[in-house]
Structures are given as C-alpha cells and as structure tokens.
C-alpha cells in the first residue's frame, strides 16, 4: 500500500477530506486493511485483483456477484472472508427445492410455560447476519431468488407486515457455476443490477496450482484470526463515502454509462451492434462507490481515472443486456466495457 499521501497535486476538496481527519486514525485505517490482505493471502493463493477488487466492495458497501467453474474457490474465498473479519457469516445453498422462508424466517407458534399461552413468534432465517453466501444463487426458483431484493436493496425485509431492519454491515456475496445451465434459473436483469460488481475467476496458472495443491494436500491450515472488527469496518465505509470525486472524473463516469447504451450517439459501433440494452445509473454508481474504495485501499485521497478505467468492467459486465449476434460472435461484455470507455475518454 502507498502513503497516505497523494502522490498528485491535491484539489482543495481533497486537502478537505485530509485535514477532516487524523493522520493516526488513518495510519490505523490503513493499517487494519493491510492485515486484512495479508490474512486473505494465507489463505487465497493468487487472484489478487479478484481479492482486492471484493475487499473494494466490502468497503463500498455493495453485494457482489462471484462466477467460476466448481473447484476454483468461490466458497473459499468468501469463508475466509468472513473468518478474517467479526462478523456474523451465514452459507445459504440454493437448491429448487428452497423456499422463501428458508432465507428470510418464519413465524411459529410459541407457548409460554409458565402461563400455557400460546403466540405466534418469529424464528429469524439465515439473512440475518453480516457476510451471507447465496451458494449456486442460480439453481433456485425466480420466487426464492427475488426474496433477497428487498434485503439487498433496503438492507431490511417485510414479512407478515412487519419490518426488520438487518444489522450493519450487511453483505450478500451470490456465486453462479457458468458450465451447468441445466436445471438454473438465469438471474433476471432487475436482480443482476442489484449487484455491486461481478467478479469472475478464471482457471488458474500453473504456479497458482502448483501452490493450491500443496496447501490442501497437507495438514489443515488453522481458521483465520479475525483482523477488522465490525466498528473499524463501518468507519472505513463512511470515510468510504467522503472520499471526493472531481467534476471531471464524473463526467467521465456519466460518460461511459452514457457510451453502453446502443441507441446513444457516443455509443461506439461495436455497443450498437451488440448491445440491446445498456448499463442503468447504478452502474454509474458502482464504479464510483468502487473507485472510491480502491482509493482509499491504496493510500489516495482522490479519484484518479485509473480507478475508473480499472473498475468499469466489473462494474458494468453483468448489466449489458447483450444480443444473440454478440453470442454467435462470440463477444464478451468486458470488451463491450472496453470500447466504451475508449470512447467516452476520446
């Protein structure tokens, strides 16, 4: 990690944000998140932009979208997560056969013992707590799968018309196997978009395997030491959302979005071709909330356009709703991403 110290002239909204606070509590902010990378490297043997850009969307406070083949260390990953921080963490496997109140909870009937009367009661499902793994989100039914929008979207669910607000932080971290599509229920558009990012994990090289054989081929390894307590983790988030972004760096934001969409007059003749609809305003959204976090992580006081050009892919690849010509062809949605944003800086 870099200094806290910006390695550019700062603009004044920048000098704001550093005297708005000490240098020792970001020396300690700072120092928390290191050890939390370094736990993480204990445990997770190469995807190191794949680490950092989840620990970027713990920081941001989104939900995020993991997708690889079986054995590549999706739930891994996300268990060591959880271990390295105090958090409360709950694995939910998505079957067809899981209902609703699997996620959420359900009301019982209760008796008193002393009295022999009788209520009704809440029994709380596994939603309620901090890191949750939605496992194989896309083998469950659309009515199970949309039973977590309103906790991901309002950090809260209605049952039996009471509201119950889930504790901060609150992260969903929903894992798809993109090779068995049989007998899954693709994620609808609306759902996609409610993901802060989508983080994919590709095949890893031979030093990266030759390190994962040897690491789960012996003796356990202990659990993680936790490293960010839960106090720690909400100040980092707020000092998340002051990091100030300049005029500029919105424009260019407002811009890529803007070049995504097909029937806009920046879009590049690769989105017109293939894209049928483009990113919404939350993808906007997403890749300043994770510049923002990649900022802060890296020791920066501003967002710089590297942030921008680093994070719009997985920030916007799960949101383009691509046409089957793009399929036969062959065309990923990050080279869609890429022309963009070429465009939008041009």
């Avoid at 997770?44 to 941001?60: H, K, N, P, T, W």
């Avoid at 793994?133 to 018309?161: F, K, V, W, Y």
């Avoid at 031979?206 to 390190?211: H, P």
Wanted: net charge negative; proline share 6%; with cysteine.
């Amino acid at each position: 990690m870099r200094d806290w110290q910006a390695s550019e002239v700062s603009s004044p909204s920048s000098e704001s944000f550093r005297e708005s606070q000490t240098e020792s509590e970001l020396e300690q902010l700072r120092a928390a998140l290191k050890a939390l990378r370094s736990s993480l490297d204990t445990a997770i043997f190469g995807y190191r932009e794949e680490v950092d850009l989840l620990i970027q969307s713990l920081l941001a406070g989104g939900h995020v979208l993991l997708e690889g083949a079986p054995g590549l260390g999706k739930t891994t990953l996300v268990r060591s997560l959880a271990e390295s921080l105090e958090l409360k963490f709950q694995r939910i496997q998505f079957t067809p056969d899981l209902m609703p109140a699997d996620i959420l909870g359900s009301r019982i009937l209760e008796e008193d013992p002393a009295t022999g009367r009788r209520s009704f009661g809440f029994e709380r499902g596994p939603i309620f707590a901090h890191v949750v793994l939605a496992d194989e989100i896309n083998r469950a039914t659309p009515r199970t799968q949309s039973a977590l929008l309103e906790a991901m979207q309002e950090s809260q669910l209605t049952l039996h018309g009471t509201t119950h607000s889930l504790e901060e932080p609150f992260l969903v971290i929903a894992t798809e196997n993109p090779i068995e599509m049989e007998g899954t229920y693709p994620l609808p558009e609306a759902q996609l978009d409610r993901f802060l990012c989508k983080i994919e994990l590709n095949a890893p090289e031979e030093a990266q395997l030759i390190k994962i054989l040897e690491a789960t081929t012996g003796p356990r390894p202990p659990a993680l030491e936790p490293c960010l307590d839960r106090e720690t983790l909400l100040r980092i988030r707020a000092l998340t959302l002051e990091v100030p972004t300049s005029s500029e760096i919105l424009a260019l934001v407002a811009r890529v979005v803007g070049a995504t969409d097909p029937t806009s007059k920046f879009a590049p003749e690769s989105v017109r071709r293939y894209v049928r609809f483009g990113s919404s305003p939350r993808g906007g959204q997403s890749i300043l909330l994770l510049s923002k976090a990649r900022a802060l992580a890296s020791g920066r006081v501003f967002v710089s356009e590297d942030d921008v050009r680093a994070l719009a892919a997985p920030a916007l690849r799960h949101r383009l709703v691509l046409g089957y010509e793009a399929e036969a062809a062959g065309v990923r949605p990050d080279d869609l991403v890429r022309d963009a944003l070429e465009s939008a800086q041009g």
